[in-house]
């Protein structure tokens, strides 16, 4: 039993990557929802939903729904 490392690699650089994004976006949008700016609002809701779509479909492809 051999362990293929590319695959491995492949593995640790998305969940890297993808953790990397959700904490961006996250943050993005709490410190774009402190403000006094009309615009600031919405896109702070934007990136929430945005966030929020990135962790659906990574529970997605863990739980196999695109097999």
């Given amino acids: 039993m051999t362990i293929n490392w590319l695959a491995f690699l492949t593995v640790v650089l998305a969940s890297l ?3 990397c994004a959700v904490v961006i976006l996250f943050s993005l ?3 774009l ?3 006094d700016a009309p615009w600031r609002r919405p896109v702070s ?3 929430y939903v945005v966030c929020g ?3 659906v479909f ?3 492809i863990i739980v ?3 097999d």
């Fill in 29 to 31: 949008a709490l410190r």
């Fill in 53 to 55: 779509l990135v962790v």
């Fill in 58 to 60: 990574g529970v997605a």
């Fill in 33 to 35: 929802g402190d403000g």
């Fill in 45 to 47: 809701v934007a990136l």
């Fill in 64 to 66: 196999g729904l695109f």
């Fill in 17 to 19: 990557l993808s953790a």
